[in-house]
């Protein structure tokens, strides 16, 4: 029984973990772009997004129970089934932070619960339905109804806008985004935070401590909720570079059309119980937006690396789990050595991103952005300027008066050398 505590007790401290990645992993999808366009300082941006994120955990249980009694059979499941599947979503998690890709924290949750859960029990464990309803079906369409309606709202705000005053405009369409930032932030509460709140509750109800089918109690909302909200806090700094600058460049309007569109796709996917990936949502919303501009630019490059990590995500996420649960089967000594590879493993990649820190300080730098001509759509010719050849301007002003030359003195000059 001892030891049988022991076991319960790692999994809800590894939940919790996993659950702090996914709070600074998925920071920048709800303030991204409020922190790129401007409209909020970094800092204040991610204290507002943490304490959204504790409050939306306590607004709905549903995909709480999508995880906790629909996509495997909890009768099959142990402990140690669900310890390995967090130990693949927290190594794929702090695997794309480190190289600042936006994956789906959600989809390594999945990822590892299913590879674990094969392993364990077989394919009869996982119910296919439920995976290809509530996860897989989500994870295509999200980004893709995300970026039209964001596509088609971004061309509605300039098209509305276009008479008005720029600057009346840019400041009323940065409330919008901080407005709808917030939405962002109590979207992802009322969705990532569940998903923890779940996998607890099946571990419970995996090792005895609750009866099957129950719903999570108070006590797993609520730490669930400030483990996201705390790792919101640090902010995924890496992550929110690659979002607001790396991915496209925005202007006000396009934020406040982008974050509206994902906050009402994820708001919605949270009542009707679906998994979905906040980040695919946000990241669809993004690059809506950037075509919704004209002359907008998205870099195909950054977006091609981050379709590819996301195609990655599950398989493995499930072949780290799969290869965890298979150790923590030759019995304690196994589960010991598993947990010592994780802590180990994220203490590396921790200094491996000490050699180059992003931080509030430099998150808007131009570093993680990939302004290669190679994908990238050209600004249109009003937003490029006209060509002049004033060459005026590049000749550095003299740093005495005295000795400065009139503008006479200075052709009377260029002629001379010309002649000799």
Do not use: C
């Not at 809800?12 to 992993?25: E, P």
């Not at 507002?48 to 709905?60: E, I, K, R, T």
């Amino acid at each position: 029984m001892e030891s049988f505590s022991l076991i319960l007790a790692i999994v809800v401290i590894t939940a919790l973990a996993f659950d702090f990645t996914n709070g600074f992993h998925d920071t920048a999808n709800a303030m991204a772009t409020t922190i790129s366009t401007g409209a909020m300082k970094p800092k204040v941006a991610v204290a507002m997004s943490a304490v959204l994120n504790l409050v939306g955990a306590f607004l709905s249980i549903e995909v709480a129970n999508t995880i906790s009694k629909g996509l495997v059979d909890e009768s099959g499941i142990q402990p140690e089934v669900i310890f390995a599947a967090l130990v693949g979503a927290i190594l794929w998690n702090l695997l794309t932070w480190l190289v600042g890709l936006p994956s789906s924290s959600s989809h390594a949750l999945m990822g590892g619960l299913i590879g674990a859960t094969v392993a364990s029990a077989g394919m009869g464990a996982v119910h296919g339905d439920v995976l290809v309803t509530k996860v897989l079906i989500p994870a295509v369409a999200a980004p893709f109804v995300a970026g039209v309606a964001a596509m088609i709202g971004t061309r509605l705000t300039y098209r509305l806008g276009e008479h008005a005053s720029e600057k009346a405009t840019s400041k009323g369409y940065r409330a919008g985004q901080i407005t709808s930032a917030g939405l962002v932030s109590l979207a992802h509460g009322t969705n990532d935070a569940q998903k923890t709140m779940g996998i607890i509750t099946l571990a419970l109800v995996a090792g005895g401590a609750l009866a099957p089918d129950s719903d999570p109690p108070v006590w797993v909302i609520l730490s669930a909720g400030l483990a996201i909200a705390l790792g919101t806090y640090l902010g995924g700094w890496r992550i929110i570079r690659t979002m607001g600058k790396g991915l496209t460049d925005l202007q006000p309007q396009q934020g406040f059309a982008a974050q509206t569109s994902a906050a009402t796709v994820i708001l919605a996917s949270s009542h009707l119980g679906f998994s979905l990936s906040t980040t695919h949502s946000v990241s669809g919303a993004v690059m809506g937006a950037g075509l919704g501009r004209k002359g907008g630019v998205v870099r195909w490059s950054t977006a091609t690396r981050m379709f590819v990590a996301w195609g990655l995500t599950l398989p493995a996420a499930a072949l780290v789990a799969a290869l965890a649960e298979w150790v923590t089967g030759f019995g304690a000594w196994g589960t010991a050595v598993v947990a010592v590879f994780l802590v180990a493993s994220s203490a590396a990649i921790w200094l491996v991103s000490r050699r180059e820190v992003v931080d509030h300080t430099n998150v808007n730098g131009t570093d993680g952005a990939d302004d290669s001509a190679e994908g990238a759509a050209t600004p249109s010719p009003a937003a490029a300027g006209p060509v002049t050849d004033d060459l005026a301007v590049t000749i550095p002003a003299q740093s005495d008066p005295a000795t400065a030359a009139t503008p006479a003195a200075t052709a009377g000059a260029s002629s001379s050398s010309a002649a000799v």
